[in-house]
């Protein structure tokens, strides 16, 4: 039976019926009574420890691309087709709040409380020969009941790259023109706003670089990432200002890193995401990557889509692929800043595109075909004291955990290593080596289909898989059912 792979609680609340049925017809009774029992141990294991997921229902077939929760109860998400969408009741009923006739992609959505917001994306225009972008910015101070253009004296040749307000007043935007007409146009800007919109004033022009990050604080301390945006090997270029956007400068290179999202922590940490993943903790001079979009033997490929922070914990949400017929939605936590990552949901044939966390515990995930996740305790632990940057090899529980026919298995490096991961049975005798190679640093895995080294299917039973890299050893257990 394969199942699809969202968290353990969520699966065995779901198919415990069907296992126990397919138990039954395939095992004897002693057989019976003893996998019955490990499966109320992992029930009540995985029940209590791990975040419940609710598909609420959008009334929507297009990508969402954003979502903003106020608090629990208020929030919004915007996508293609011009779609805004809100809810006062958790997510339980969402309302559409916007009709155009121009064909718009909402990109990013921001509401300061229930009353005043944002919106930013793009207008999509067909030329003879290519598609056009141009900015689209709406305000609203009513909670959405009617929205006003805030971006009427945008270049019409221009795209968006990011927003972000502190208040009703103060605000950033980048904009690009990424070329669509001549190679020489290209540029980036980013703007500032001291009136909710109504004037911008350029705070940083680059001819030829691309914005599509940025994040500032109260203090006026702020980064932009600023890349050509060619191809993927392309550095980010990293700038601080310390004055509100007076004065840049230069502080460090994010290298063949793309980054399209970035978030400064009180405690001042930076963290980037595009293709990679990537945090300082020195003001943007010096960076530590994990690079998950390095295919190892066909495996799963992870591309970051959005990241949030709640005190010591950080949520990375986005897709791994073998293939644009391939992908999973993902969402990974860390309370170590890095150190290790665990993953928290994946979703087979869904793309996640957005994260918002409101009071602390509940969280909603935006995605494709009007998708919305809720989960009303995410477990935002938070890990007092802990401001230095940890690293440590680390090795994850396999999910699904029972499986059938297939399990992944992750697996996290401070450095490059040559590694082995093995499967045995409790008898300490070799199954099968998933993996012997040389890695790079950063987050694996590997899927064992429940074959040997000959490529025999092995029976039932309780497996041990150990990973070995330099003087780190360990082990952990995994049950295979026919």
């Known amino acids: 039976m394969k199942l699809p792979l969202y968290p353990l609680s969520y699966q065995f609340s779901i198919t415990m019926k069907n296992y126990f049925l397919l138990i039954i017809n395939r095992y004897s009774e002693w057989e019976y009574r003893k996998m019955k029992s490990i499966f109320f141990f992992l029930f009540f294991l995985t029940t209590s420890v791990l975040p ?34 809100a809810t006062s009741d958790g997510g339980e009923n969402w309302l559409n709040l916007y009709s155009s006739t121009d064909i718009i992609e909402f990109k990013q959505v921001q509401f300061l409380d229930r009353e005043n917001g944002f919106v930013a994306g793009n207008i999509l225009k067909q030329h003879p020969g290519y598609l056009s972008h141009q900015v689209i910015l709406l305000r609203t101070t009513n909670g959405g009941l009617s929205w006003k253009s805030i971006s009427s004296s945008f270049d019409s040749s221009l795209t968006f790259g990011n927003i972000k307000f502190l208040n009703s007043d103060t605000g950033w935007v980048s904009i690009n ?175 996640f595109f957005a994260l918002s966390l409101a009071d602390g515990k509940k969280a909603w995930i935006v995605g494709e075909n009007g998708l919305i996740l809720y989960n009303n305790d995410i477990h935002t632990y ?35 290593e040559d590694i082995k991961l093995e499967i045995f049975d409790l008898l300490g005798r070799k199954v099968k080596t998933l993996l012997s190679s040389h890695l790079e640093g950063g987050l694996h895995s590997a899927v064992w289909n429940g074959s040997n080294e000959k490529g025999f299917l092995i029976p039932s039973g309780i497996y041990v898989y150990r990973l070995t890299a330099g003087s780190f050893h360990q082990s952990k257990k995994m049950i295979l059912i026919r």
């Open 177 to 351: 023109n990424s070329g669509q007409t001549s190679w020489d146009d290209r540029k980036g800007i980013l703007l500032k706003t001291n009136d909710g919109g109504s004037s911008w004033t350029i705070l940083m022009e680059e001819n030829f670089f691309l914005c599509e990050a940025f994040d500032f604080n109260n203090d006026g301390q702020g980064f932009s990432f600023w890349s050509p945006f060619i191809d993927n090997f392309d550095n980010s270029y990293v700038y601080n200002t310390p004055d509100d956007g007076i004065t840049w400068d230069s502080v460090g290179i994010i290298k063949e890193e793309l980054v399209k999202n970035a978030k400064l922590t009180p405690e001042g940490f930076l963290w980037a995401i595009g293709f990679k993943t990537s945090i300082s903790t020195d003001g943007g001079k010096d960076w530590a990557t994990w690079n998950w979009f390095i295919s190892i033997d066909g495996q799963k490929r992870f591309i970051p889509t959005d990241i949030e922070i709640k005190e010591d914990k950080v949520f990375l949400l986005g897709d791994a692929m073998t293939s644009a017929n391939d992908i999973e939605g993902r969402l990974y936590k860390t309370n170590d800043s890095g150190g290790n990552w665990l993953i928290d949901l994946q979703m087979l044939n869904s793309s």
């Open 382 to 416: 938070v890990n007092p004291g802990k401001n230095e940057f940890p690293q440590s090899f680390y090795l994850g529980q396999n999910f699904p955990n029972p499986f059938n026919p297939s399990t992944t298995i992750e697996f996290s490096l401070t450095h490059s």
């Open 52 to 85: 419940q997921w609710k598909i609420q229902n959008s009334g929507v077939n297009v990508s969402l691309r954003d979502v903003f929760f106020v608090d629990s109860l208020y929030g919004l998400a915007v996508g293609d087709s011009g779609v805004i969408i």
